[in-house]
């Protein structure tokens, strides 16, 4: 009875606060911190364009609509693309409201069509330029996570040699962002077969024979589901090499509680395991509209709930 009497009363706030939390975050303080209508337990970031029917096409209501809510971080896979100075409102926006930027795509960096896996100098020297901008855009933002995905294997290669032609590729990224205290993440995908990246031991074992404080896995639970499943296990087995995590529920990669995954024990395990770093929300949203986004909201609120 507890859990529904919270369920119900939560989903009034949610409500309240997307009718009307436009007009509270215009009348927010530019300094104040973010103080939201519910207090999560772990560090969720939404994306931009997530809650845009509630807070509106522009990108800083937009983040003052998710502070409202109660998230303290955001991410944005698109933001290197962005001109320089939307970069820099958006790092000074969070700055003002306490929150932490997530990750971005590191830009050209190992796409299927310069795979780190072949082992070409012109596709490593795309990957560190990409490296290069992406530390400026970092400190615009006051991010210190990018994703990283190596690319599609390469099939007329030994697994070995692509395995050594990824992890010396990956060294000389490392290289660049070590001195700044940034951090790539390799992110396993479940896209395509062809991606190099499939499961999280082979990143485990990248992110060893690297040997850097800045390469380290990004563990999409989603993909990691779709690849491999055992989901806690393998968490389990390498932890010490997850530097960020990212969430969708399957099938679907929508919000928690729409799929299989059972996110109350997967939040509760990341949870205890001391984990204060960023939960990122990559996924759509499994109804349209404001409705549909007030349904996002209450299912964090929901999975928190450990």
Known sequence: MQRRTFLKSSTAATAALITGGMAHASASPASAPARGQHQFKLKYAPHFGMFRHSAGEDLLDQIQFMADVGFTAMEDNGMMGRDVAMQEKIGKKLANLNMTM?????????????????????????????????????????????????????????????????????????????PHGLVMVLEPLSDSPDLYLRTSDQAYMICKAVDSPSCKILYDIYHMQKNEGNLITNMQFTWDEIAYVQVGDNPGRNEPTTGEINYNNVFKHIHEKGYTGIIGMEHGNSRTGKEGEAAVIEAYARVDQF
Do not use: H, S
Request: glycine share 12%.
């Open 102 to 178: 997530g990750v971005f795509v590191v830009e050209k960096g190992g796409n299927m069509a310069n795979t780190f896996a072949a082992g070409k100098q012109e596709y490593t020297d795309i990957f560190l330029d990409g490296c290069r901008k992406a530390v400026d855009v970092a400190k615009r933002v006051n991010a210190k996570w990018m994703t990283v995905v190596p690319g599609a294997f390469q099939r007329n290669l030994p697994i070995g040699i692509q395995d050594g032609n990824v992890i010396d590729t990956l060294r000389r990224g490392a290289e660049i962002l070590e």
